[in-house]
């Protein structure tokens, strides 16, 4: 049974900085495509970032955040810096089967519960 368990949310300043964690049991991580969504109250799911044999990220996130993995460790993370108050959603892990900059939801074949970040301004 594959599971994808974030952590690492929390609340924080405008400006300020957090490191989510992503921990995957139960699938053959270095085959997958990692990646983070987040949504925010009343609007949709959005990309923010993939890792597989590359990185690509949202444009809201380029410059600021930082997805990396840990094969050995099956994690994937992200550093996000520079947090701003529209930042704030529940961000989401997500795995994808192949190695591809996948960005489009339905592309990911599993997700975890999420994690919520909150930005005071």
């Known amino acids: 049974q594959v599971q994808l368990v974030e952590s690492g949310g929390g609340l924080v300043q405008s400006g300020g900085s957090l490191r989510l964690s992503c921990a995957a049991s139960?699938?053959?991580?270095?085959?997958?495509?990692m990646g983070w969504f987040r949504q925010a109250d009343g609007k949709e799911r959005e990309f923010v970032a993939v890792i597989s044999w590359s990185t690509y990220y949202a444009d809201s996130a380029k410059g600021r955040f930082t997805i990396s993995r840990d094969n050995a460790k099956n994690m994937v993370y992200l550093q996000m810096n520079s947090l701003k108050p529209e930042d704030t959603a529940v961000y989401y892990c997500?795995?994808?089967?192949?190695?591809?900059?996948?960005?489009?939801?339905?592309?990911?074949?599993?997700w975890g519960q999420g994690t919520q970040v909150t930005v005071a301004s």
């Open positions: 139960g699938l053959t991580f270095r085959s997958f495509s």
């Open positions: 997500a795995a994808a089967f192949g190695l591809n900059v996948y960005r489009k939801s339905d592309e990911y074949n599993y």
